[in-house]
């Protein structure tokens, strides 16, 4: 195989074609969507083998160099990759306040910009650096829709620093439905131009989901967790897709509980002939819905004693092979089969394919490209102790042509790339492993061959049926038992006009029942069925809908709908219905594909659809009185709900501890809701104040091997100082004086990023730690001892605040029974073998063999040291 398409298997390609200066060669660097798995030999199949490969600036995405013909011209390859979109879409900050922006105004007035997905990866620099003096730009992205508008984000990052500007053309697009050598050096030999107009359609829709999404979520989240204290739920989220998906899950629950039962009748026969076992009947009518009728027909049968038989029917049939798996499938079967939710099947999905077991995890096609190497994926597991001797059966005999599927043009189907053991994978990792494995074999397989045999007898003027299934060949379903024909009784030798003897005739009530609460493989189906979602976002949706709480998965991957999701639902037909049926969502995407068919302009539906939603939004708005009347009935007031826990600092009455999410403090006198820090426990600190507002201060923690800090309820929504931020604690507060700021606990700068503190956690003796105001770091110290704080001095060698620490006397490591000692943690010989880190690797620049010292002082690098005079720094920051 080609070592492109090597690379394919596992990534998709975006190419730069870059030149030297002399215009003697051209060098053509080349980017994956994904990255580039381990273990690739990327150099394998190169001409004379001469590739270099190293890791780019952002230790994410490696870079493949080579020599090799463009065009006719010898020219220098450079092939690296991106990880997804590069960019996403966002409000500028002043319109991510939700206090201080009208949501209405998201509509229209608040402008949008492009943001880097992940500022940690800088996608962008990495780009920029490599294609800087580039010529030309190849770009192998995703054949659909948004990898179309992943070339133009790339295009955007990299075409201010190419050369090209004396040529006719810089940028290429590959376009390929498979990645063997031949489709590969076809899309090499065919470029084409990216299709603006399919990037555009990506770009509506995520400005429409932008847009719509954030103002009705702002709307409706700050309008009911401002009066309902019980919806434990974070955020009362909308979306165009996600909110139809809830509507499916709900009008299940609908259908359940309107469900009325009602009785039915069915006659239940047996027959036997000799000595035979007695067959059971099923009749022709099958039920009826009076009893008295059904009395009459059990009456009528009674008149013979004899069953006579009218026909023996015996038929051949087939039960087919599967198509190619594409990513809905896999999480169908994941989900009903496996007991494994869409989220996490994606997740092991994708660690299997960068470990290079599967291929590309993300696909709509279900139909292999005609030079699909079938033969050579499938001898790659000729010696598995599983499936082998299949696998050796059918390359002995010859495999079956697959049947023909649905090319979308994305990516081939999902197959096994290499072979693996449950050891490598681990549990679910084999699980799912091994049902793509099963799968793909079976889709080579012989169809699945049984003998139905169907015996109609006459019993009075009734007439019943008995039918049974005999396995003829097992074809696929011996790789995929689970579809397999149950193995049943063997129905007696008989013909037509054989008599066998009533056994029992009887009348038997039964009731309907009511349907049952969708589950995940259900749902996924409808979603698919009316156009809700991709391959890549239906997992997302279903599980932003359990993230919520809108819906809980009971046994077997059941849907039930919560309080909050219904009453959202129902509110949603009480005010405008077609805010959660389906139908919206495919009007939307009918506009989309006009766009990428460039048949409509991307401003004007874009504009059309905002100024549909935006007046959907305003009567949402006036009507909400009515979804409110729901919420009345299922949730309680906020001034009901909680219990007493801290002090007010406006009116020093109680304040009520909501501990359903959003958890937060409601004081019912002032009619005021403060927010606090979630996913951890609440309680009060020492009944401290806020030197600032006089609230009484309360202590997060995440629990013991955890972090926790202080805060003031009221700063934490209300930064006091300028160069503070919404949502901190203490320990993060540049309060200039209080014991429980960052100013007086700070020890010295994090271990591991570069923008956090270690500041001392003054609750967590005798064990005492440290952690990081900005990451998960946490250095336990000085366990045992009786206290622990911080001096004014600062440490002569690294900066960093010195701690003195008081021993208990029966541990002291000190000499001659001295119990105090003060130093740097990270620079004092004695204090250095009684720090211990946790979640990262300690290494202080103290502890390195040369390089340059860096300070370690409680601001960031390179910050001044702090005024010694406790007036001067009280002037810095009130003044």
């Given at each position: 195989?080609?070592?492109?398409?090597?690379?394919?298997?596992?990534?998709?390609?975006?190419?730069?074609?870059?030149?030297?200066?002399?215009l003697?060669?051209?060098?053509?660097?080349?980017l994956?969507?994904h990255?580039?798995?381990?273990?690739?030999?990327?150099?394998?199949?190169?001409?004379?083998?001469n590739?270099?490969?190293?890791?780019?600036?952002?230790?994410?995405?490696?870079?493949?160099?080579?020599?090799?013909?463009?065009?006719?011209?010898?020219?220098?390859?450079?092939?690296t990759?991106?990880?997804?979109?590069?960019?996403?879409?966002?409000?500028?900050?002043?319109?991510?306040?939700?206090?201080?922006?009208?949501?209405?105004e998201?509509?229209s007035?608040?402008?949008?910009?492009?943001?880097?997905?992940?500022?940690?990866?800088?996608?962008?620099?990495?780009?920029?650096?490599?294609?800087?003096?580039?010529?030309?730009?190849?770009?192998?992205?995703d054949?659909?829709?948004?990898?179309?508008?992943?070339c133009?984000?790339?295009?955007?990052?990299?075409?201010?620093?190419?050369?090209?500007?004396?040529?006719?053309?810089?940028?290429?697009?590959?376009?390929?439905?498979?990645?063997t050598?031949?489709?590969?050096?076809?899309?090499?030999?065919?470029?084409?131009?990216?299709?603006?107009?399919?990037?555009?359609?990506v770009d509506?829709?995520?400005?429409?989901?932008?847009?719509?999404?954030?103002?009705?979520?702002?709307?409706?989240?700050?309008?009911f967790?401002?009066?309902?204290?019980?919806?434990?739920?974070?955020?009362?989220?909308?979306?165009?897709?996600?909110?139809p998906?809830?509507?499916?899950?709900?009008?299940?629950?609908?259908?359940?509980?309107s469900?009325?039962?009602?009785?039915?009748?069915?006659i239940h026969?047996?027959?036997?002939?000799?000595?035979?076992?007695?067959?059971?009947?099923?009749?022709?009518?099958?039920?009826?819905?009076?009893?008295e009728?059904?009395?009459?027909f059990?009456?009528?049968?009674?008149?013979?004693?004899?069953?006579?038989?009218?026909?023996?029917?015996?038929?051949?049939?087939?039960?087919?092979?599967?198509?190619?798996?594409?990513?809905?499938?896999?999480?169908?079967?994941?989900s009903?089969?496996?007991?494994?939710?869409?989220?996490?099947?994606?997740?092991?999905?994708?660690?299997?394919?960068?470990?290079?077991?599967?291929?590309?995890?993300?696909?709509?096609?279900?139909?292999?490209?005609?030079?699909?190497?079938?033969?050579?994926?499938?001898?790659?597991?000729?010696?598995?102790r599983?499936?082998?001797?299949?696998?050796?059966?059918?390359?002995?005999?010859?495999?079956?042509?697959?049947?023909?599927g649905?090319?979308?043009?994305?990516?081939?189907?999902?197959?096994?790339?290499?072979?693996?053991?449950?050891?490598?994978?681990?549990?679910?990792?084999?699980?799912?492993?091994?049902?793509?494995?099963?799968?793909?074999?079976?889709t080579?397989?012989?169809?699945?061959?049984?003998?139905?045999?169907?015996?109609?007898?006459?019993?009075?003027?009734?007439?019943?049926?008995?039918?049974?299934?005999?396995?003829?060949s097992?074809?696929?379903t011996?790789?995929?038992?689970?579809?397999?024909?149950?193995?049943?009784?063997?129905?007696?030798?008989?013909?037509?006009?054989?008599?066998?003897?009533?056994?029992?005739?009887?009348?038997?009530?039964?009731?309907?029942?009511?349907?049952d609460?969708?589950?995940?493989?259900?749902?996924?189906?409808?979603?698919?069925?009316?156009?809700?979602?991709?391959?890549?976002?239906?997992?997302?949706?279903?599980?932003?809908?359990?993230?919520?709480?809108?819906v809980?998965?009971?046994?077997?991957?059941?849907?039930?709908?919560?309080n909050?999701g219904?009453?959202?639902?129902?509110?949603?037909?009480k005010?405008?219905?077609e805010?959660?049926?389906?139908?919206?969502?495919?009007?939307?995407?009918?506009?989309?594909n006009l766009?990428?068919?460039?048949?409509?302009?991307?401003?004007?539906?874009?504009?059309?659809?905002?100024?549909?939603?935006?007046?959907?939004?305003?009567?949402?708005?006036?009507?909400?009185?009515?979804?409110?009347e729901?919420?009345?009935?299922?949730f309680?007031?906020?001034?009901?709900?909680?219990?007493?826990?801290?002090?007010?600092?406006?009116?020093?009455?109680?304040?009520?501890?909501?501990?359903?999410k959003?958890?937060?403090?409601?004081?019912?006198?002032?009619?005021?809701?403060?927010?606090?820090?979630?996913?951890?426990?609440?309680?009060?600190?020492?009944?401290?104040?806020?030197?600032?507002?006089?609230?009484?201060?309360v202590?997060?923690?995440?629990?013991?091997?955890?972090?926790?800090?202080?805060?003031?309820?009221?700063c934490f929504?209300?930064?006091?100082?300028?160069?503070?931020?919404?949502?901190v604690?203490?320990?993060?507060?540049?309060?200039?004086?209080?014991?429980?700021?960052?100013?007086?606990l700070?020890?010295?700068?994090?271990?591991?990023?570069?923008?956090?503190?270690?500041?001392l956690?003054?609750?967590?003796?005798?064990?005492?730690?440290?952690?990081?105001?900005?990451?998960?770091?946490?250095?336990?110290?000085?366990?045992?001892?009786?206290?622990?704080?911080?001096?004014?001095e600062?440490?002569?060698?690294?900066?960093?605040?010195?701690?003195?620490?008081?021993?208990?006397?029966?541990r002291?490591?000190?000499?001659?029974?001295?119990?105090?000692?003060?130093?740097?943690?990270?620079?004092?010989?004695?204090?250095?073998?009684?720090?211990?880190?946790?979640?990262?690797?300690?290494?202080?620049?103290?502890?390195?063999?040369?390089?340059?010292?860096?300070?370690?002082?409680?601001?960031?690098?390179?910050?001044?040291?702090?005024p010694?005079?406790?007036?001067?720094e009280?002037?810095?920051?009130?003044?």
């Amino acid at each position: 195989m080609h070592w492109l398409a090597r690379l394919a298997h596992s990534a998709e390609v975006l190419g730069l074609i870059l030149a030297p200066p002399s215009l003697c060669g051209v060098c053509m660097f080349s980017l994956w969507l994904h990255g580039f798995p381990p273990g690739i030999p990327v150099s394998s199949n190169i001409p004379n083998g001469n590739c270099s490969s190293r890791k780019g600036l952002n230790a994410s995405c490696f870079v493949h160099e080579f020599t090799g013909i463009f065009q006719g011209q010898s020219v220098h390859y450079k092939m690296t990759s991106v990880c997804g979109h590069v960019m996403s879409l966002d409000f500028i900050a002043k319109y991510n306040n939700w206090d201080k922006v009208d949501p209405a105004e998201l509509f229209s007035k608040a402008p949008t910009e492009k943001k880097e997905v992940n500022p940690k990866l800088n996608m962008v620099k990495f780009l920029q650096v490599e294609a800087r003096g580039c010529d030309y730009l190849v770009l192998w992205l995703d054949c659909d829709r948004e990898g179309e508008n992943i070339c133009f984000e790339v295009m955007e990052s990299v075409q201010p620093v190419m050369k090209g500007a004396v040529l006719e053309q810089t940028v290429y697009r590959a376009k390929f439905s498979s990645i063997t050598d031949i489709d590969i050096w076809k899309a090499m030999n065919s470029l084409g131009e990216p299709n603006r107009n399919e990037a555009l359609s990506v770009d509506a829709r995520q400005e429409l989901d932008l847009r719509i999404g954030c103002a009705f979520t702002r709307f409706q989240t700050k309008y009911f967790q401002g009066k309902y204290g019980n919806l434990d739920s974070s955020l009362i989220s909308f979306g165009p897709c996600q909110t139809p998906t809830l509507g499916f899950c709900v009008e299940r629950h609908d259908k359940i509980q309107s469900f009325k039962p009602e009785s039915y009748w069915i006659i239940h026969v047996k027959v036997f002939k000799g000595k035979d076992n007695p067959l059971t009947l099923d009749w022709n009518r099958v039920k009826v819905f009076d009893k008295e009728v059904g009395q009459m027909f059990v009456n009528l049968a009674k008149t013979s004693k004899e069953a006579q038989v009218e026909s023996v029917t015996k038929k051949e049939k087939r039960k087919q092979r599967p198509l190619a798996l594409n990513t809905v499938e896999m999480l169908r079967v994941a989900s009903s089969s496996l007991g494994m939710g869409p989220q996490h099947t994606m997740q092991i999905a994708e660690r299997l394919y960068t470990q290079g077991y599967i291929s590309y995890p993300r696909t709509e096609t279900t139909h292999y490209p005609e030079n699909f190497d079938l033969k050579g994926t499938l001898k790659q597991h000729t010696n598995c102790r599983l499936w082998g001797e299949e696998v050796k059966n059918l390359l002995s005999n010859g495999i079956i042509h697959p049947k023909k599927g649905v090319d979308v043009g994305d990516h081939p189907p999902i197959t096994p790339m290499r072979a693996a053991s449950e050891e490598e994978l681990g549990s679910d990792g084999w699980r799912l492993y091994e049902y793509i494995t099963r799968h793909f074999i079976a889709t080579v397989s012989q169809d699945c061959k049984y003998l139905q045999t169907t015996i109609v007898f006459t019993i009075g003027t009734e007439a019943f049926t008995c039918s049974g299934k005999t396995l003829i060949s097992s074809g696929f379903t011996a790789l995929m038992p689970w579809q397999g024909i149950p193995l049943e009784e063997a129905l007696p030798v008989c013909e037509s006009g054989d008599i066998f003897t009533v056994d029992e005739i009887k009348l038997i009530e039964k009731q309907t029942s009511p349907p049952d609460y969708l589950t995940e493989a259900e749902l996924i189906t409808l979603m698919e069925k009316h156009g809700i979602g991709t391959d890549a976002s239906i997992p997302v949706h279903l599980n932003n809908i359990c993230q919520r709480n809108y819906v809980t998965v009971e046994n077997g991957r059941k849907l039930k709908p919560t309080n909050l999701g219904i009453v959202l639902v129902h509110g949603y037909y009480k005010i405008d219905a077609e805010l959660v049926l389906p139908t919206i969502r495919s009007a939307v995407e009918k506009q989309l594909n006009l766009i990428a068919l460039g048949k409509a302009h991307f401003q004007q539906v874009l504009q059309h659809a905002l100024d549909i939603f935006k007046r959907k939004f305003h009567y949402f708005v006036d009507s909400i009185c009515g979804m409110d009347e729901l919420m009345e009935v299922s949730f309680s007031p906020i001034a009901e709900t909680g219990k007493p826990m801290s002090r007010c600092g406006k009116c020093r009455r109680f304040m009520k501890f909501i501990q359903a999410k959003p958890s937060r403090l409601h004081c019912s006198h002032c009619d005021e809701t403060y927010s606090l820090p979630q996913n951890g426990a609440i309680k009060l600190y020492k009944e401290l104040r806020c030197p600032l507002d006089d609230f009484e201060l309360v202590l997060w923690t995440s629990g013991t091997r955890g972090k926790s800090y202080p805060l003031c309820p009221y700063c934490f929504s209300n930064p006091p100082f300028r160069d503070m931020k919404k949502n901190v604690g203490c320990n993060e507060c540049t309060h200039p004086s209080c014991q429980h700021s960052l100013n007086s606990l700070g020890i010295g700068q994090c271990v591991e990023c570069d923008s956090g503190v270690l500041v001392l956690d003054p609750t967590s003796g005798p064990k005492w730690k440290m952690s990081c105001n900005r990451c998960n770091v946490v250095v336990n110290f000085f366990e045992h001892a009786h206290r622990v704080q911080v001096a004014q001095e600062n440490c002569n060698t690294c900066d960093a605040s010195l701690v003195t620490v008081d021993f208990n006397k029966a541990r002291s490591p000190l000499s001659a029974g001295d119990t105090q000692h003060t130093g740097c943690v990270f620079c004092n010989s004695l204090f250095q073998d009684l720090v211990e880190l946790k979640h990262a690797t300690m290494k202080h620049p103290m502890h390195r063999s040369g390089g340059t010292r860096r300070g370690r002082g409680r601001g960031r690098r390179g910050a001044p040291k702090k005024p010694k005079d406790k007036m001067a720094e009280l002037a810095a920051y009130f003044v």
